[in-house]
């Protein structure tokens, strides 16, 4: 399966009550797809604010955008959680509606052991016949899945790649190590064109729902030996890759969007809106 070398983890529409907004999920994917130049979209990943998001609402996301995608782009799910009996379920109800691929939070708040992590992982491979994207992102989480241990991993056939926003050394380790067929995505956009000059494939990004054009020209000047371009791109960039993380996620992104014509509602709690002084500095960025 191959993902490709742009993805962006989706922000989920809300309408001025706090429920999904379809029309708006609609526009967006369209927007993803044929604006930014995405070759798959995460569902209900941590830009999509999964926590709060009811089972109901993740499968009902999961049917729609892979309708509305109707294989123009992959559809990855976002089923991971601290629990790996409900993450079996998920998953599998993912299967159903028909994604191309499951992406796997690790296990955060009960913080097990690195065997601990292995087994969890194992146990939702062998589950599903879909490929699996694992994602380590110890900011939020509280664990750090080791570059030992995702190895072991890539080991498991159906467990073809990682979103990693561990330090690029790891990441290093990583794609210089791991078989042929395992691929390696950055989550942290201002290291996406450094990961991939160290072996990594490419980008899980949140500025790709503004700057996505950008990005994919960025990463096809670098695999084009054209470096040069390929910096410059970065550092143009490079505002808004910080900028929308200034503010938690992905309430910075949900006003971008908005200031670019495409509005997508608020967030929800506990999340809360920018401020109108926060905005006015998103404004001058984007």
């Known amino acids: 399966m191959d993902f490709g070398r742009l993805i962006t983890a989706m922000a989920t529409p809300f309408d001025a009550d706090g429920a999904i907004d379809w029309e708006a999920t609609g526009r967006l994917i369209d927007h993803l797809i044929e604006v930014q130049q995405n070759d798959s979209i995460v569902i209900s990943g941590t830009t999509g604010e999964s926590p709060t998001l009811t089972e109901q609402e993740k499968e009902s996301l999961f049917r729609f955008a892979v309708e509305r995608a109707g294989g123009r782009a992959k559809i990855i799910a976002g089923t991971g959680s601290n629990d790996t009996a409900h993450t079996i379920h998920l998953t599998q109800?993912?299967?159903?509606?028909?994604?191309?691929?499951?992406?796997?939070?690790?296990?955060?708040?009960?913080?097990?052991?690195?065997?601990?992590?292995?087994?969890?992982?194992?146990?939702?491979?062998?589950?599903?016949?879909?490929?699996?994207?694992?994602?380590?992102?110890?900011?939020?989480?509280g664990i750090t899945m080791t570059a030992a241990t995702t190895l072991r991993l890539a080991e498991i056939p159906n467990i073809v790649a990682t979103k990693d926003c561990a330090p690029l050394d790891q990441l290093t380790e990583i794609a210089c190590q791991a078989p042929e067929h395992f691929r390696v995505y950055s989550g942290d956009d201002s290291a996406a064109l450094p990961a991939i000059a160290v072996?990594?494939?490419?980008?899980?990004?949140?500025?790709?729902?503004?700057?996505?054009?950008?990005?994919?020209?960025?990463?096809?000047?670098?695999?084009?030996?054209?470096?040069?371009?390929?910096?410059?791109?970065?550092?143009?960039?490079?505002?808004?890759?910080?900028?929308?993380?200034?503010?938690?996620?992905?309430?910075?992104?949900?006003?971008?969007?908005?200031?670019?014509?495409?509005?997508?509602?608020?967030?929800?709690?506990?999340?809360?809106?920018?401020?109108?002084?926060?905005?006015?500095?998103?404004?001058?960025?984007?």
């Open 199 to 286: 072996g990594a494939y490419g980008i899980v990004s949140v500025a790709s729902h503004i700057v996505g054009s950008k990005m994919k020209k960025m990463i096809n000047a670098y695999l084009n030996g054209e470096v040069s371009t390929a910096a410059q791109l970065h550092a143009e960039c490079l505002p808004i890759f910080k900028g929308l993380f200034d503010y938690p996620s992905p309430a910075p992104v949900k006003y971008a969007l908005a200031l670019n014509g495409l509005p997508v509602g608020g967030v929800r709690l506990p999340l809360v809106a920018l401020t109108d002084e926060e905005g006015e500095y998103l404004r001058q960025l984007v």
């Open 93 to 141: 109800v993912a299967e159903n509606c028909g994604v191309d691929g499951i992406l796997l939070v690790t296990p955060y708040y009960n913080k097990p052991n690195q065997e601990g992590l292995f087994q969890h992982y194992k146990a939702v491979a062998q589950s599903t016949s879909l490929p699996i994207m694992l994602y380590n992102v110890p900011s939020r989480t």
